[in-house]
């Protein structure tokens, strides 16, 4: 099976005929109104991220003459040329972004990699040097930039010396095979890039290019360099490999469609390729097909008839699913996603109402039943030892249940991240680490800590400056659509009618103050406290109330809030209870607190075990009826709870969660069934 050039171009084509409506009315709307900014830029968005080139690049095109001084579309306009291989008017676009944005420092490191994309390590030099020079308050630069663009500089001029490319790539070859050898995938992605300068198709380069890319993609990178890259070697090369590899990239970077057009022509041929053709076929609703496959790949592996058996219950064949369920448990009679959902199936089938408190009485059932809970048994003998280990450094203490307070503690798993023990209180079933960092220790975790929080911050400063380019009115309006969270019967409108005017709400863990802005636009007395000094300073930069504390010495007056957020801040408190006793005092009668945390009853742990949300700075792990009981004792009454799924989602940019072995359509399903790993609960102080 071979594919040509331009028979890949007619997929692509054909594909822009058959795409949903939505695109369609998105076009529609742009074009009956020509002067409209946010038409245009929801539209050439969206083409970016369908993986349209030239349709992106003409709409962004019409949107910075609508908006030339608008950052966000010159960025946009950029890497719509970057794609379509416009280098030299995406590298025009980014740097006028640079120039008229309020806040540079995103644009310019952009600019310095696509630098180094581009095999320019020595402009990449130049511009890093003048932007080090300039102090910029609160940025951060990504973490080994620094150090990245002298290997990139000095192997380059290496590559240039040994003229003949066949001795380059000898001696790059052997370097690349040790560095893959080695796990680091950072070098290696930055060898390939020097040994190509630029992408020279007819070498093995572009597909280790790839390999690297796909092995070093951190939290937040984007997925489309890899789908470029293998575009280009599926069109030229033509192997069944890289044309299943460049589904496979499409179906990563979100695009199911593009990626199911193309396995419809080139039928998959190895077990990797029809994993992604049935990922690709659930994606798109084709359900029938995406069963006929999993059914299939079940043999090798019994997710598989899980998968297929998720598909069927989407289709509403509740037997058939009931067949695939039973398939696995003959294969592996504990697995924990097809023992659950047989159970709901069952439920379904029998048309009998449940609730999400019954579905996690199931998984307790279950887990007791299968042993989920201490699957990993040979861990047993050696946890000893490990709790020595970490008494010994003198920073670990081996603490009693936080919940309540028993002694008796049943270890689980070593967390591979920190090599932790996690275990479960013998008496109320509590989850959490023992032994724990002593607590004037835990500064320095965080220290740790910093590469992945400096992903997460320009992450979060990115939406604060989207924020800020749109109107307060505007934000106002649209938070109230955002936000999911309060129920019909118990709306945001509502609750702020009912606090009046002078309603005040606190943020803990407020980071760069993304939430406060949103709540200040609507009229709200906001004030946010974080540890992470930098990202309180950028907070205060726009004016907010944001202060470095912790919740222990945050001194507010008691009964000063009307609403109080800690989202993912209580999995890293040691004391709990204390800050529950605190939170509930600073609350005004009637008053709301919300809390997020990854919830350690759910199907999504039972099935990742010690991998799950593996680490080193969470001390504890809430379930529903945990965080709800707990709630109530002290005097919380339960407006509502919600979860949804986390670690699917991110599952393929960690090691070992590395492949995607489980159905797009896993997502939706656990979320419907509100039985996610990540559980949210409002409760009103009575
Ligand atoms: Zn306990
Ligand atoms: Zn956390």
Redesign the pocket.
């Known amino acids: 099976m071979s594919i040509k050039a331009n028979q890949l171009e007619a997929i692509l084509e054909e594909l822009r005929v058959n795409q949903p409506d939505a695109m369609d009315h998105l076009r529609v709307f742009a074009e009956d109104h020509p002067n409209r900014p946010d038409a245009w830029a929801h539209y050439a968005w969206n083409l970016f991220y369908r993986g349209y080139g030239e349709e992106t690049y003409k709409a962004s095109k019409r949107l910075i003459r609508l908006t030339p001084k608008n950052a966000d579309a010159l960025q946009l306009h950029s890497r719509a040329c970057f794609r379509i291989g416009l280098v030299k008017e995406g590298s025009r676009s980014l740097q006028r972004a640079a120039a008229v944005a309020s806040e540079p420092f995103p644009y310019r490191i952009e600019w310095i990699e696509t630098c180094l994309r581009e095999g320019k390590p020595f402009s990449a030099l130049s511009q890093y040097l003048r932007l080090r020079m300039q102090w910029i308050r609160g940025w951060r630069f990504p973490r080994g930039l620094g150090r990245g663009i002298l290997i990139h500089a000095i192997l380059t001029m290496f590559a240039k010396l040994l003229l003949l490319s066949s001795v380059r790539d000898a001696v790059f070859g052997r370097l690349y095979a040790y560095y893959v050898q080695k796990k680091r995938w950072n070098r290696a992605y930055i060898l390939v890039r020097c040994a190509v300068g630029k992408p020279d198709l007819h070498s093995v380069w572009p597909e280790r290019i790839a390999d690297a890319l796909y092995h070093k993609r951190d939290f937040f990178s984007p997925a489309f360099e890899e789908e470029i890259t293998w575009r280009a070697v599926a069109l030229r090369k033509g192997t069944p490999h890289a044309i299943e590899r460049y589904a496979r990239a499409n179906l990563h970077a979100g695009y199911s469609t593009v990626a199911v057009k193309i396995l419809d022509q080139n039928p998959p041929q190895t077990f990797a390729g029809m994993e992604t053709y049935a990922h690709a076929l659930a994606a798109c609703g084709r359900y029938d097909e995406a069963e006929t496959f999993y059914a299939k790949l079940g043999e090798n592996d019994p997710i598989h008839f899980a998968n297929a058996g998720i598909a069927c219950l989407f289709a509403k064949e509740y037997l058939r699913a009931q067949m695939h369920f039973d398939d696995a448990l003959r294969m592996n009679p504990s697995h924990p996603i097809a023992a659950f959902l047989q159970r709901a199936a069952d439920l379904h089938m029998r048309k009998e109402p449940f609730d999400a408190r019954q579905l996690d009485a199931i998984l307790r059932d279950l887990s007791k039943k299968h042993g989920w809970r201490d699957r990993i048994s040979q861990f047993r003998e050696n946890w000893e030892p490990e709790t020595e280990r970490l008494l010994q450094t003198n920073r670990y203490r081996i603490v009693a ?1 936080p ?2 307070s ?1 002694p008796r503690f049943q270890p689980t798993y070593l967390d591979p991240v920190p090599k932790w023990v996690r275990g479960r ?1 013998e ?2 079933g ?1 989850l959490f680490a023992n032994p724990q960092p002593l607590p004037e220790t835990l500064g320095d975790l965080y220290m740790n800590e910093e590469s992945q929080g400096s992903a997460l911050q320009r992450f979060f400063r990115k939406s604060l400056n989207e924020l800020l380019s749109q109107s307060p009115e505007e934000v106002g309006k649209l938070f109230e659509i955002k936000e999911r969270f309060w129920t019909p019967e118990f709306s945001l409108p509502s609750f702020e009618a009912e606090r009046g005017k002078d309603r005040g709400m606190l943020d803990i863990g407020c980071s760069v103050g993304t939430n406060l802005y949103q709540y200040h636009c609507r009229g709200w007395r906001t004030c946010g406290i974080d540890l992470d000094g930098n990202a309180v300073a950028v907070a205060q930069s726009h004016g907010l109330d944001a202060r470095v504390a912790t919740i222990e010495d945050a001194d507010f007056p008691v009964q000063s809030f009307d609403l109080i957020l800690m989202m993912d801040v209580i999995e890293h408190v040691p004391d709990p209870l204390s800050v529950l006793r605190k939170l509930h005092g600073l609350l005004k009668p009637g008053g709301i607190l919300k809390v997020k945390n990854p919830c350690a009853e759910s199907v999504i742990h039972y099935h990742y075990g010690p991998q799950w949300i593996s680490s080193d700075t969470h001390l504890i792990h809430f379930s529903r009826h945990h965080l709800t009981d707990t709630f109530e004792r002290f005097g919380f009454e339960i407006i509502a709870t919600r979860s949804y799924l986390e670690a699917n989602k991110i599952a393929h940019t960690y090691d070992g969660w590395r492949r995607l072995s489980v159905t797009p359509l896993f997502d939706p399903l656990v979320v419907n069934l509100d039985v996610g790993d990540t559980i949210t609960v409002l409760g009103r102080k009575r």
């Open positions: 249940c919940l309540c028993s209180c008496d109320c509590f």
